[in-house]
């Protein structure tokens, strides 16, 4: 038996069958989530299945159905370029395998986040979330408890963030879009519990924000999100919840996560990690930002993968003599691959003092840009596009010091480690925007 002959059978079987699982679990989800439960006007949450009880499910399960649906997908195509390209070798077309070759390769990338969510899931269990009260009350509580395969430790800090999002479908535009309209985080109080570690956690939810609403063209989300560093794989769990009108307390004692005891100190250690400051000897401070944290480095490399996935390509069309085709995908490769380089290897380093402050901007150590601004100059230190800290000038355009936090409210918090520091004031307000 000749593997070349059970290779085209085995590519379509694989490639059929992961799109099969993927169509499956999505049909099953949209009409469960959509579909008849008990339809009450009292209590509207009863018409999704999965909110006719306290116990509401993460997301855990949905994301490893499709991620290995696209697994079994890429595995596919990894095994057709296998067979094709034992017949391009043999022929000499090498153009031909460098235009094959990233598509293989990412075909490959794709099975590893697929065996590293079902090394979560068996590591943390599937993690539901039973709520108190049931559901979360607009102008009263939104809380519960989430059991986790953990061995218990007082130390580990658990993030619990709250969201109401609205997701809308512009007349012209083919894509839905998201905004935040309320969020608040906080820590969960964390207990012994028969599975390892009991995750308890609770909000005061303001009035007048939006219920949650079925999907549509035009409607609200509130979701749920509990994340963890812990050594070997992250904890990280999503919640889809029903929120409404009710007024509904806890039934026992309420927990506020947000006046958790470690919650100050565990934002401001998240905001260190990314920026470092040092004292400086004329009496003011240097402010570095960590040039490889997680996210940063995730960043980069997809885009430097993207990058090649599109150069390598352009380049064989080019040698191919396919000019157009090939220009476009070498541009569209090379813009990609700097983005991604530079994402990758810049740093910006700020030294604020009472003669001023000078950012510089390196890329791999070596200096590319400096800025300076005498203090008489500098309004005020405050958030520039979300997350950056930046110094606001009378010069113009903002001197950013640091970046990549990510969370706006990190970012807030090491901007008043800043001014503490260096005695510049602050301004920040938080702009959360609130469409009917």
Known sequence: MHWQNLGLPLVFSLFWSGCGI????????????????????????????????????????????????????????????????RKIISEGDFGSLMILAPFALAGLGMITPAVNLMRNLFRFGSTPLIMDPYPGSIGGHLGGRVDVRLPYNPKNHIQVNLFCLRHWKPRHNRHMKSETVWQIAGLARTERSSKGTRLVFGFDVPENLHSSEPPSFNYHEWRVKIRARIPGTDLNRGFDVPVFPTAGQVAGTFFDSTKHPDYPRYRQIEALSILKIDQDSDGGVILRCATYHRKK???????????????????????????????????????????????????????????????????????IRRRKAAKAD???????????????????????????????????????????????????????????
């Open 378 to 436: 500098i309004k005020y230190l405050g958030l520039y596009r979300g997350n950056w800290v930046a110094a606001f000038t009378n010069l113009g355009k903002p001197i950013t010091l640091s970046q990549s936090f990510g969370d706006e409210k990190v970012a807030a918090k090491a901007l008043k480690v800043i001014c503490n520091r260096t005695g510049y004031s602050a301004r920040h307000k938080a702009k959360n925007k609130k469409r009917d």
């Open 297 to 367: 480095v995730r960043g980069g490399l997809i885009l430097l993968a993207v990058g090649l996935g599109c150069g390598l390509p352009g380049i064989a069309m080019l040698m191919d003599n396919t000019i157009g085709l090939g220009l476009i995908f070498s541009i569209l490769g090379g813009l990609f691959f700097i983005a991604g380089f530079y994402g990758l290897f810049h740093s910006i380093s700020a030294k604020l003092g009472t003669a001023g402050l000078e950012a510089t901007l390196r890329i791999l150590g070596i200096p």
């Open 22 to 85: 993927l169509s499956a679990f999505l049909l099953v989800k949209e009409r469960s989530a959509t579909t008849g439960h008990i339809q009450s006007d009292e209590k509207p949450w009863l018409s999704r299945r999965e909110w006719a009880s306290p116990v509401v499910q993460s997301d855990i399960l949905f994301q490893l159905f499709v991620v290995w649906a696209i697994a079994l997908v890429s595995i596919s195509i990894t095994i057709g370029f296998y067979f094709l390209a």
